[in-house]
């Protein structure tokens, strides 16, 4: 399992996929798709796009991961997680291939959200990458449109040394004449999609060329932007996924939606109610979740460099006291490269998942020192979650950041009351 082992898990070829959809007769090739990768932000743009073709009333599909709380939380029709049942049956099915191949955890889910969409007929089913793109388990499919919303430095130990390197490990979901958009581009990786775009005859778009930010208003609850299109024309969307960094991941799915709409009946209106209810539409957590106010009590996975300077940028525009963070990372993770952009006037609340990937609090903690960030260490996330609210004021900001396995064990029952 990937989730559990890390990189040892990561296999370096579609083989596996392959055979278990071939002996499903073929799931993949019986509905049509949307394909999103990039290193952040493809999780919110893959909802957002869910909630926009089910609120246009198509019968949707959403393949995500990892999940939080439940493990039926990445394969979704509708909206509403697959029955246990069908887990259930589909590795009954499958066991004996699953002897003969040994296929890794995500390929066997992979293979489940594959078969699910085909038996439900589902009209489209928007697929996000697990990790890198080329060689991802999801990337048997044969898309309507591949995203790529950003590259970051993240997996270096499986997708490569540099931001191109990574790039081009991403840009391997770009398809023969199937279009592209790209959501942000750095001067070393805005060529590699270039070239793998031109090489596979495959319409490229940059959304930051096509919706510039004109202005935005952050709120506790929710984003509002506006997007200046061309000389003269405004595009103005509200968003209930509040963090900054939606900005740039609404902006990839307005791209987005001006190629899917030549091909499916996606209007502006419906765009607009889409995106002031993703979460109710999709279920999306984890994404500057507010669950608790005075103090704020907010849960944000950010857990690479490239999330954590996003998650930093939100909190530049956030008023508070104090700031608390209850933090735990893996260890296969750069963890060095997180902590170094942490703000060290911050008090922390060192910890661990509950999974042997995780890095050892103490570990971390010896580790944050280095960086002048100091902290007690705590068992787990909720001794450190309950200590961060006793030693804070009313007007004082805690964030529960790190490892999504982290973010996923925060026990919600225990908290005081949303107020």
Not at 47 to 54: D, G, K, R, T
């Amino acid at each position: 399992m990937f989730s559990r082992m890390g990189s040892a898990a990561y296999k370096k070829d579609l083989t596996n996929i392959q055979l278990l959809c071939e002996a499903l007769g073929n799931p993949h090739e019986k509905f049509k798709s949307i394909h999103v990768a990039g290193t952040n932000g493809k999780g919110s743009v893959s909802h957002m796009l869910a909630a926009i073709f089910q609120t246009a009333g198509y019968k949707t599909g959403l393949y995500t991961s990892p999940h939080l709380y439940d493990f039926r939380e990445r394969i979704r029709i509708g909206g509403a997680m697959i029955s246990e049942d069908f887990v259930v049956d589909f590795v009954e099915r499958i066991k004996p291939l699953i002897e003969k191949i040994e296929p890794s955890f995500f390929e066997i889910t992979v293979a489940m959200a594959f078969e699910a969409f085909a038996a439900q007929e589902v009209d489209v089913a928007i697929i996000e990458v697990g990790l890198g793109g080329r060689l991802d388990s999801t990337n048997i499919i044969t898309p309507e449109l591949s995203i790529i919303t950003n590259i970051g430095w993240d997996h270096m130990n499986m997708l490569g040394n540099s931001l191109e390197e990574i790039a081009g490990e991403k840009a391997g979901i770009i398809k023969e004449a199937v279009p592209v958009v790209v959501g942000e581009t750095v001067p070393e990786t805005k060529p590699v999609f270039e070239k793998k775009a031109k090489v596979q005859n495959a319409p490229l778009v940059f959304a930051e060329e096509n919706f510039q930010l004109n202005d935005y208003r952050l709120h506790d609850d929710h984003l509002e932007i506006t997007y200046k299109r061309g000389q003269n024309e405004f595009v103005q969307i509200q968003t209930d996924l509040p963090g900054i960094y939606q900005i740039e991941n609404v902006r990839t799915v307005l791209a987005a939606v001006e190629i899917l709409k030549k091909t499916w009946a996606l209007s502006q209106t419906v765009v607009n109610k889409a995106l002031q209810n993703v979460k109710s539409i999709t279920g999306l957590m984890g994404r500057w979740d507010v669950l608790h106010s005075s103090p704020t009590i907010v849960l944000e996975v950010a857990h690479n460099k490239n999330g954590v300077e996003k998650m930093l940028s939100h909190l530049k525009q956030v008023a508070f006291n104090r700031l608390h963070i209850v933090i735990g990372l893996v260890k296969d993770k750069e963890v060095d490269d997180v902590l170094a952009l942490l703000p060290q006037n911050a008090s922390y609340y060192f910890t661990q998942a509950q999974i042997p990937r995780a890095m050892k609090g103490k570990l971390l903690q010896e580790k944050a020192i280095k960086y002048q960030l100091s902290g007690d260490v705590f068992n787990d996330v909720n001794q450190a979650l309950q200590s961060a609210i006793q030693q804070s004021a009313k007007n004082d900001l805690i964030i529960v950041c790190g490892s999504i396995f982290l973010v996923a064990e925060v026990d919600k029952k225990g908290l005081p009351a949303k107020n």
